[in-house]
């Protein structure tokens, strides 16, 4: 990453005004955002969700997602205004001299067809190299991506392959034509801390080697800090301040780029406890034929948190499911509170399942969208308390008043509140029960960071108030750091070490904790640089 | 290999159902061709010959088994009234439907091959131009067809195309002298009203089969990568639909065929259809059944067609992990 590139300018955005319909009214998604690139420059996008930033990398082609219009602005792209070129005049630039890599690698690969077809398919439409010539050259690429088998590799379909894989593959198919600008829209926010970095590095490197420039869109900071020469923040809709990569981590002059930085400062001092709350041994468990718990004992001390971290496919969400009854275990037991719970749930009693309650990664999905927010924190309180009537309206109001809401929310449905506010219902809910363990099952992944922050701190005011043991499961590092009193790995359905937070956060590591940990980005710029001169070593 | 176990299974199922409905008819043959005033003894005798005097279950499965040597059993019509004459002129089933089944596979082999093409034509520029007025008159149109009963349809045509313009005829009298120009010519009428009936319901599926693959992720990443909209459709959307499609296909095949019985009787055509209604009006069992049967097989073999095209089309089930 040298930072004397060249100042030729290779695009322009001026003044982009862009309008999306939904709820059957237009809204403005960008007012006016400007951005210029130079030739092999990396310019970093970032801002939480519906900050307007893949809006804005699309614009860069000059498309807009259906449903959305450019009302203003130029989009000048070596000095063609890409806002007034016709659909047919823009295919010529989309995919050969501008290519996208998209979020979701595993659903933007044409499931019917094979990879290689697709990473060729549109140097192929430039017909200036005949297709064996093109063939081999993505083997090459294939093989500067690190991808395995690079030769036969692109002969699979996308259902063969992995994530990570299919990511390297998209860059692949991105460079293949030797566009002049990749546009990059959160390549990696779908992929495991430990993939994440291959694909990181893979993707630099490539993009040095063939000088191209690249916008870099994202909501990490820490990701973004590798990556970019430049970092433009979005919010809203409007930019709040551009600067150098180096400069703008070191010294960030707008508020709410701050308060973007400081998530990560949030601290919790450990404490543990001789007496635990719940104790599984031994437990196996599987889906049908497939065994995805191996021997897996964990204890969880009273009124602490414990956070299970590990890698998708680690078996995670599955331990949640097996002390929820959800699924019941093949072989191990669980202890409660001193008395063994029985693996299905049906056979639980009525204040077995009250002490024991769940919140999901996806409050959309895990509220019904036609029940009322009173009606939602209403029926466990009825439910499992058998309060009724006006005392019941008390409750509700109360834990409402506990999650930092308040009774205007009552009548509200879930499609009327934020994401956050979402996530705050949810644990009224599962408080409502007035549960003695709460299991968040990756409650912030799906949040923006301040809006994390502000749910990771509820839910430790919630603890030191009301004593109640979280297992926090998740693959969020910082998370666990922000949280913990005890941290759980798990690795491909085992459990690698339990310990205290300062035990299993310093060295020495077990090897894959040490992966796991080495693998999570940081704020520093030569973070990746210096991860992978040691690791090369 | 499941699916056709599956497929053996279900026709199984079919023949004891049908096999039992029949059964439980009110009246029998033997009533019916005897008439309401014929004697108990001689009721009992034409009974005892055709075999309606053994328990349901014994004659289910000496029925199955001939059926399984390709012998569908004799029609009762046509049979002297009196035994031992000389005068017997019962059919065997199977000659008396093969020639009928060629004709009506003819007829909807015919509107298919119309249907078909043209269905998935519509529908597939209908997805391309979205909320046009092409679309909008297009799903329109269709919605009235697919509403209209055939025989409504039937009529439509007969009155459009034979009577104000006489162009075709009105009954579709085949038989096997005929050319296969006279064929074509004959049956126009009857295969325009079994394409028209099915050709919406397909027309609507595909494209809302196509709609919903336009809306996927890859679609959007082929149109970044510079793909006309020629190419968004045939080379990513097309092979990514061919399963919903060929789905809808095989139930119009079915519902084709199951609609020719009213439109073969529309325009008096010999088909099977005919023949089936014929049969059951005149209690006719062993035709009945065997019509029954050949209907529930080929709606079980069109299906297990569509679902091998799903699954050929599909490299996920073609291609394990």
Redesign the interface.
């Known amino acids: 990453m040298t930072l004397n590139k060249s100042k030729e300018l290779l695009l322009e955005m001026k003044n982009i005004h862009i309008d999306g319909f939904s709820d059957e009214r237009w809204h403005k998604i960008l007012k006016g955002v400007d951005l210029t690139l130079h030739r092999g420059e990396i310019l970093g996008l970032i801002g939480e969700s519906g900050a307007g930033k893949s809006t804005m990398g699309?614009a860069a082609?000059g498309?807009t997602?259906?449903g959305c219009k450019i009302i203003k602005g130029e989009i000048n792209f070596n000095g063609i205004d890409l806002a007034k070129l016709t659909e047919f005049e823009k295919?010529?630039?989309?995919?050969?001299k501008i290519?996208?890599v998209?979020q979701?690698a595993a659903?933007?690969?044409?499931?019917?067809?094979r990879l290689m077809e697709q990473t060729i398919?549109?140097a192929n439409?430039l017909k200036i190299n005949p297709t064996d010539v093109l063939k081999k050259d993505a083997v090459q690429l294939y093989e500067s991506l690190q991808l395995p088998d690079s030769e036969n590799i692109g002969d699979r379909?996308p259902?063969?392959v992995s994530g990570g894989q299919l990511q390297r593959i998209m860059t692949a198919?991105a460079m293949s034509p030797r566009p002049e600008l990749i546009i990059f829209d959160e390549p990696t926010t779908a992929l495991d801390v430990t993939t994440q970095v291959e694909v990181l590095s893979a993707m630099r490197s490539i993009v040095d080697k063939f000088n191209t420039a690249a916008i870099y869109i994202t909501h990490d900071l820490a990701v973004v800090a590798q990556m970019a020469d430049r970092i433009k923040v979005l919010r809203y809709g409007e930019e709040v301040e551009e600067a150098e990569t180096r400069e703008m981590l070191s010294n960030p002059k707008e508020e709410y780029t701050k308060s973007l930085w400081s998530v990560r400062s949030l601290i919790k001092p450990e404490e543990t406890n001789e007496d635990y709350m719940l104790s599984i041994k031994n437990i196996d468990a599987a889906y049908g034929s497939s065994k995805v718990l191996h021997n897996v004992s964990i204890d969880i001390p009273k009124g602490k948190t414990v956070a299970i971290v590990g890698e998708s496919g680690s078996g995670k969400s599955t331990t949640a499911r097996v002390i929820t009854g959800l699924l019941p275990q093949l072989k191990g037991e669980i202890i409660f509170d001193g008395k063994k719970l029985s693996p299905k749930l049906e056979q639980r009693s009525k204040e077995e399942l009250r002490r024991i309650q769940i919140i999901f990664q996806m409050p959309d999905t895990a509220m019904n969208p036609r029940q009322t927010v009173d009606e939602i924190i209403g029926r466990p309180i009825e439910f499992y308390q058998g309060i009724k009537g006006e005392e019941r309206e008390a409750k509700v109001i109360e834990l409402l008043k506990m999650i930092e809401l308040d009774e205007t929310f009552l009548d509200r449905l879930p499609s009327e509140l934020s994401g956050g506010q979402k996530q705050r219902i949810c644990i009224a809910r599962a408080l409502a029960a007035n549960p003695d363990l709460i299991i968040c099952d990756e409650v912030t992944s799906a949040l923006d960071q301040i809006v994390q922050e502000g749910i990771l701190k509820l839910l430790q005011n919630l603890q030191k108030e009301l004593g109640v043991t979280y297992i926090f499961i998740t693959h969020d590092i910082a998370t666990v750091k922000a949280i913990s009193d005890e941290i759980v790995v798990m690795y491909q359905g085992e459990v690698v070490e339990q310990g205290l937070k300062s035990k299993i956060l310093n060295p020495p590591y077990p090897d894959y904790t040490e992966l796991l940990l080495s693998s999570v980005p940081e704020m520093d710029p030569d973070w990746l640089t210096n991860l992978l001169n040691k690791r090369s070593s | 290999m499941l699916r056709l176990s599956l497929g053996l299974v279900t026709v199984f199922a079919f023949s004891v159902i049908i096999f039992s409905t029949f059964s439980f008819l009110p009246g029998d043959f033997a009533t019916e061709i005897l008439g309401q005033s014929a004697t108990k003894s001689a009721v009992k005798a034409l009974r005892a010959e055709l075999g309606l005097d053994k328990p349901p279950v014994t004659r289910y499965f000496d029925w199955l088994g001939n059926v399984f040597q390709g012998d569908f059993g004799s029609s009762f019509s046509g049979r002297s009234k009196v035994q031992g004459d000389q005068g017997d002129r019962s059919r065997e089933v199977v000659g008396l439907i093969v020639p009928r089944l060629k004709n009506t596979l003819f007829l909807t082999g015919v509107a298919a091959m119309l249907a078909i093409p043209l269905s998935l034509i519509l529908g597939i520029s209908a997805a391309l131009y979205r909320n046009s007025y092409y679309d909008r008159s297009a799903t329109g149109v269709s919605l009235v067809t697919v509403s209209s009963p055939e025989f409504f349809t039937a009529y439509i045509f007969i009155l459009l195309l034979a009577t104000l313009f006489p162009v075709f005829p009105t009954i579709s009298n085949v038989d096997e002298a005929s050319t296969l120009a006279e064929r074509f010519y004959r049956t126009a009428l009857p295969v325009f009203t079994l394409t028209l009936i099915t050709m919406g319901h397909m027309m609507r599926m595909t494209r809302s089969a196509i709609i919903n693959i336009l809306s996927s992720e890859y679609i959007e990443m082929a149109k970044l990568s510079g793909a006309s909209r020629y190419e968004v459709i045939v080379k990513h959307a097309l092979p990514n639909a061919w399963a919903p499609i060929s789905q809808v296909i095989a139930i119009n095949l079915a519902y084709m065929l199951i609609g020719s019985v009213v439109v073969e009787y529309v325009f008096n055509y010999q088909g099977i259809g005919r023949l089936m209604v014929g049969s059951v009006y005149n209690r006719d069992l062993p035709v009945v059944q065997a019509c029954a049967l050949i209907f529930a097989s080929t709606y079980v073999i069109l299906n297990l067609i569509a679902d091998l095209i799903g699954i050929i089309s599909n490299p996920r089930l073609l291609y394990p992990k």
């Open positions: 699309k082609m498309y997602q259906p295919r010529k630039i989309w995919g050969t290519s996208y998209a979701s659903a933007s690969f044409n499931p019917a067809h398919s549109a439409r379909y259902h063969q198919m």
